[in-house]
């Protein structure tokens, strides 16, 4: 699986081993939602799709948990990003989908076919 | 080859209009995801995993015509996600052809019957659907984790064509796949009367839960080279001959990201339909801010080395069909003779 697994449930502290901007990239790969908790104290929890660091004001784009967005927020105003949704894209289907399989042939007594 | 000969022209035109015009990026192929939601959950997809509410979200039909427009490319592939879960798939699909697009609709065919039957698609020259077929019964109902997917496609692409449409296939093979097998498969797509295959080796979604299946280089030229050797005349492939050789590995091909760019919820993909590194707002900030060097096997990017997928590879091969007499002689040639 990807290295995002171990990522559910990441609390970073930026600058205490961290850069904003790794916590930024990490957040982008992450197929969950998060938490953008900003300089100010506000919390945003949603979906980072996009972020870009190559213009003047670098930005990360979200869709909130509602589904509402694109909502920019420069890399400026967040203190930190949680990482306190589920990572979808973690687990292994396909191997849990052929143990299901191979234990139901092997049940039925017939062979897997090629390749399996 | 089984494109129509009026789809070729419009293709062939189009390149040589954007040739012309001293382009040397242009588009061939929109992959246009209306959205990401699925009915199923196979093994080698990275497309559909997230969080409730970004699959629940889809284009509107204006903000796909819009994409469709501002990319200009001749052909329009929808994916997904399963597209015929969208909601308005069938005025998107009209709103296309009404503007003469090519139109790929793949489709895992699961509610393609029950859609034909609600009249909400006409026969058409421009629309094909693509139906996602892995291979035969066993190897495809392995592939898309569900038994039965296999027989359901096969009963919807009946029904499509006894309906009059055109119908194609599209096929990801993985590492262990069977070569015979695989040509028996090629046999019972053209029993069935599909007008052409499709075909390509998987790439390694990092967000795929199968990443031990995945083809590398070397080991899918040999496993083309097998299936492909000594092709049947009767087997039609949708694609370019000049691609399936670069499969075969009897010709080096470098990769055209650019080629089949592709926009979805989020915006246009960075830097292909396989590699999400970013979204841009606009086609323009997508061509001109993407640091295309980054890409492809020359690059010597490791997310690039072994892949061979056709929509970096088949513009390639488009390309290169109009780029030299030799390119356009070998096109005819492989199209004629059926040698590949």
């Known amino acids: ?116 | 080859m089984s494109v129509p000969l009026s789809q070729m022209w419009a293709v062939a035109s189009y390149v040589i209009r954007q040739r012309l015009a001293g382009r040397t990026r242009y588009p061939l192929v929109l992959m246009l995801e209306p959205l990401f939601r699925c009915n199923l959950a196979c093994a080698g997809c990275g497309k559909i995993q997230y969080p409730a509410q970004i699959l629940k979200k889809h284009l509107t039909v204006e903000q796909c015509l819009g994409a469709v427009d501002e990319c200009g490319a001749p052909v329009v592939s929808i994916p997904g996600g399963e597209p015929l879960m969208y909601p308005e798939i069938g005025r998107l699909v009209s709103e296309l052809v009404a503007r003469k697009k090519y139109v790929y609709l793949c489709t895992n065919a699961l509610l393609l019957k029950e859609r034909l039957t609600a009249g909400v698609f006409e026969p058409s020259k421009y629309l094909s659907f693509s139906i996602h077929m892995d291979g035969l019964r066993a190897e495809h109902d392995e592939a898309v984790c569900r038994e039965g997917v296999y027989d359901e496609a096969v009963e919807a692409i009946r029904e499509a064509l006894r309906r009059g449409f055109r119908v194609t296939t599209n096929t990801t093979l993985f590492d262990g796949a069977n070569p015979l097998r695989t040509r028996e498969f090629f046999d019972a797509m053209m029993d069935l009367g599909v007008e052409g295959m499709m075909i390509s080796p998987g790439y390694s979604y990092a967000k795929a839960p199968d990443q031990e299946h995945f083809l590398r280089r070397q080991r899918a030229n040999e496993l083309f080279s097998r299936i492909l050797a000594d092709p049947k005349r009767r087997w039609k492939f949708n694609q370019s001959p000049l691609f399936l050789q670069f499969l075969m590995g009897t010709r080096d091909f470098e990769c055209t990201p650019w080629g089949n760019p592709t926009y979805n919820i989020f915006g246009w993909q960075r830097p292909c339909y396989l590699l999400q590194e970013g979204y841009a707002a606009t086609f323009k900030e997508l061509l001109e801010t993407t640091r295309w060097e980054r890409y492809g096997k020359k690059s010597g990017n490791e997310k690039c080395r072994d892949c061979m997928v056709h929509c970096g590879y088949e513009p390639t091969a488009v390309n290169h069909t109009f780029a030299s007499w030799r390119g356009f002689r070998d096109t005819v040639t492989a199209t004629v003779t059926g040698r590949l």
């Open chain 1, 1 to 116: 699986m990807s290295d995002t697994e171990s990522l559910e449930g990441w609390v970073p502290a930026i600058g205490h081993g961290v850069t904003l901007e790794e916590v930024v990239e990490r957040a982008f790969d992450y197929r969950g939602n998060v938490t953008v908790v900003k300089a100010d104290g506000t919390r945003l929890e949603g979906y980072v799709f996009n972020r870009n660091r190559d213009v003047a004001v670098p930005f990360v784009q979200v869709f909130d948990r509602a589904g509402a967005g694109p909502l920019d927020i420069p890399y400026a105003d967040i203190r930190t990003i949680l990482f306190t949704g589920k990572d979808t894209a973690a687990g292994n289907s396909y191997a849990a989908w052929l143990r299901a399989k191979e234990a139901s042939q092997q049940r039925l007594g017939t062979p897997l076919p090629p390749g399996a």
